[in-house]
């Protein structure tokens, strides 16, 4: 088993290691020292930066995923309450059906918000395993992985930030450097997150989308990351450490800007948007504006006219032109 995500894994591993290969020959080209701990950080992070770059297309899938799953709770609770207080099979199956018809019928997929986590987790591993071999190949136990060499791996593997290598551990260091920036990293790791997973909850979900076992799920998952990564991230190397906080810094900058500049409808941020908008005198002035502002009612009329069965009414040329 072990041999075979190896092998899996190892396609993730020479991406990863000739991206940072790139990066840090980049770095060292402008002057950086070539085993310096932070050449080798601010690697990492151009690491980060080219895989966040190239999920962008999966974000905007995301968001519209999230948008439609937000827009057909209230049916979905329409179903729990019909089938409330039924445990017999038969009656969970029908709750399960009408359930996977609705998603059908809507097209809503509540996996598709997985998916930056799931293609992410690959290059993740990889990482790992890259920081976590460098001694083998330094000491030449291990062959190289591309473009690291045994040079360059001797490099990445003694070098420090704030006297903490990056291929260090909190299991089994010895040096109070490396407990204490392994636990700074996961309190911003955790600090970031919850930032990301609050103004998400509490700024870009409508009222009716609150109240419900998918909310209340999230409601957990936002205290539950800071256990995961407290349980977890002492088994990490700090290279995955440092990759992992960017990461989460960047999905909250990234859920920061979704939020203020394209709100799910219904929700406070949309409000907000639109209080901003009224106190400068501003209307839908770019074609951008106009496009997402009536991409997000067709998307709503769509879902309601779908789940309800209710076809809106068109309105007349010249009624709209009065509007």
Not at 294 to 312: C, F, I, N, P, T
Request: charged share 20%; with cysteine.
């Amino acid at each position: 088993m072990g041999d075979f995500f190896s092998s899996l894994i190892y396609p993730f591993e020479l991406i990863v290691a000739w991206i940072m290969y790139g990066f840090h020959s980049a770095l060292t080209a402008i002057g950086l020292p070539a085993a310096n701990g932070w050449t080798w950080t601010l690697s990492i992070v151009g690491l980060v930066l080219v895989m966040r770059a190239a999920l962008i297309p999966l974000f905007v899938k995301q968001i519209h995923a999230s948008r439609k799953m937000q827009l057909v709770q209230p049916e979905i609770q329409k179903i729990q309450a019909k089938y409330k207080g039924k445990s017999d099979p038969e009656s969970r199956q029908k709750m399960t059906e009408e359930t996977m018809a609705l998603y059908k019928e809507t097209g809503t997929n509540p996996f598709a918000s997985c998916l930056p986590i799931l293609v992410q987790s690959p290059f993740f591993f990889g990482l790992f395993r890259v920081l976590n071999g460098l001694e083998g190949i330094a000491s030449g136990d291990r062959d190289p992985i591309g473009p690291i060499s045994r040079t360059l791996a001797a490099q990445a593997e003694s070098s420090t930030i704030f006297g903490a290598q990056l291929s260090e551990k909190f299991i089994g260091a010895d040096s109070v450097q490396v407990q204490l920036v392994t636990v700074v990293l996961i309190i911003l790791m955790s600090v970031t997150t919850f930032t990301t997973q609050y103004q998400l909850m509490r700024k870009n979900m409508p009222a009716s989308a609150l109240d419900n076992p998918f909310a209340q799920q999230q409601k957990i998952l936002l205290y539950l990351f800071p256990i995961i990564f407290a349980v977890s991230g002492v088994n990490f190397p700090i290279g995955v450490l440092i990759y992992w906080f960017v990461t989460n810094l960047w999905s909250m900058l990234q859920q920061f800007y979704v939020i203020r500049r394209m709100p799910a409808p219904g929700s406070k941020a949309e409000a907000a948007m639109h209080e901003r908008r009224a106190r400068k005198g501003l209307v839908p002035d770019t074609p951008e504006q106009r496009h997402e502002l009536e991409h997000d009612k067709e998307m709503a009329e769509e879902l309601h006219e779908k789940v309800s069965g209710q076809r809106q009414q068109p309105k007349g040329k010249k009624r709209n032109k009065k509007k």
